[in-house]
């Protein structure tokens, strides 16, 4: 259960992850400034060898806990409970590695700071999802899914799409069969989780069910970066607009786990299986890791059936487009 105080630590780590995305920036554009705020941040916790903890940390990237404070706080007070929660987070996804060099006592800088890693999480707009629970994805990403309205031989069916970011520019990334003209479909509408319409120029539409749309009007908030590294059992999230009978159209998420990464016989093209539940209407949303970047677009889930018609079993099995063929697909697109 959880408590008030947990909602408040949560919250505090929340603000002091604002905080530190600002202030890691900084660091990479302007050493000295963010070695200025560290080194107040120092002075009033009354922390001694200031200086040549600076130091290490602007060189090799050596870092602590004490710094990080520093950091978070600069000249004024911090919430001790909410600060130490984002140390911890920070610990537990990997941007700061414990030191098997001693430091000595005096020095207390016992950390490194995976400076690749935070770069791509500054980059990509994913530092504050570390920070989060997932139930804040759907929240911190509602402009960046969206409704894909269609009309097909005069009925309405409703599938999925998401905002990519690349290159400095925002894509519509869907699946062709939402929205291929060839086979009479008409887009109606295209719709934000928050409601909002958005202005795309025309589908480009590739062989492998993807399509690709520009995206004329402002996005706000946060889109999804591709991201390539996926390994089996890694923890992935879908969202998109099954259609749920009796209920109305409604966003949905899902939470399951890479299974494999296969070939298909007739394309030679390598799909994602995922224990998530894919369904009519779901199909063209992301799949994303804990970290909100984007691995891959869900598609139609692969269905076959084996033995005679007596005894037939058939299966069937969620599928995803993985992130490079997406990529491969945005950046031919015109």
């Known amino acids: 259960m959880t408590t008030y105080f947990d909602k408040l630590t949560e919250a505090g780590v929340a603000e002091y992850a604002r905080v530190a995305e600002h202030w890691f920036n900084v660091y990479f554009d302007d050493i000295d400034s963010f070695t200025a705020r560290v080194r107040a941040g120092l002075e009033h916790l009354s922390i001694k060898h200031a200086d040549q903890k600076i130091n290490l940390m602007a060189k090799v990237g050596l870092f602590s806990a004490e710094l990080f404070q520093?950091?978070?706080?600069?000249?004024?007070?911090f919430n001790p409970g909410s600060v130490v929660k984002a140390w911890e987070r920070m610990l537990?996804?990997?941007?700061v590695h414990r030191m098997m060099v001693d430091m000595g006592d005096n020095l207390h800088v016992d950390h490194h700071l995976?400076?690749?890693m935070l770069l791509r999480h500054l980059q990509n707009d994913t530092f504050a999802?570390?920070?989060?629970s997932p139930a804040m994805l759907p929240v911190r990403y509602e402009n960046a899914v969206v409704a894909v309205d269609v009309m097909k031989n005069g009925d309405e069916f409703r599938g999925t799409g998401f905002v990519v970011r690349y290159n400095g520019q925002k894509f519509l990334v869907t699946c062709k069969h939402n929205v291929d003209k060839d086979e009479g479909v008409q887009v109606q509408a295209?719709?934000?989780a928050a409601g909002a319409a958005l202005e795309i120029g025309d589908f480009q539409r590739f062989e492998l069910d993807v399509a690709i749309a520009r995206i004329v009007s402002p996005v706000p908030g946060p889109s999804f970066a591709l991201v390539d590294e996926v390994e089996?059992?890694?923890e992935v999230f879908t969202l998109g607009y099954p259609r749920v009978p009796h209920a109305e159209s409604m966003m949905l998420g899902h939470r399951g786990e890479i299974n494999a990464v296969v070939n298909l016989y007739a394309t030679g093209?390598?799909?994602v299986i995922l224990s998530n539940l894919v369904s009519p209407g779901s199909s063209g949303g992301p799949v994303l890791a804990r970290d909100g970047s984007c691995v891959g677009m869900t598609i139609n889930w692969l269905?076959?059936?084996w033995g005679n018609s007596d005894s037939a079993e058939r299966m069937r099995f969620s599928a995803a487009l993985p992130a490079d063929k997406l990529r491969e697909a945005i950046e031919i697109t015109p």
């Open 190 to 192: 295209v719709t934000t």
């Open 92 to 95: 537990s996804v990997g941007l």
């Open 269 to 271: 093209c390598p799909v």
């Open 70 to 77: 520093a950091m978070i706080s600069g000249p004024e007070d």
């Open 303 to 305: 269905e076959g059936q």
């Open 232 to 234: 089996v059992f890694d």
């Open 129 to 132: 999802n570390l920070f989060a």
């Open 114 to 116: 995976n400076r690749k």
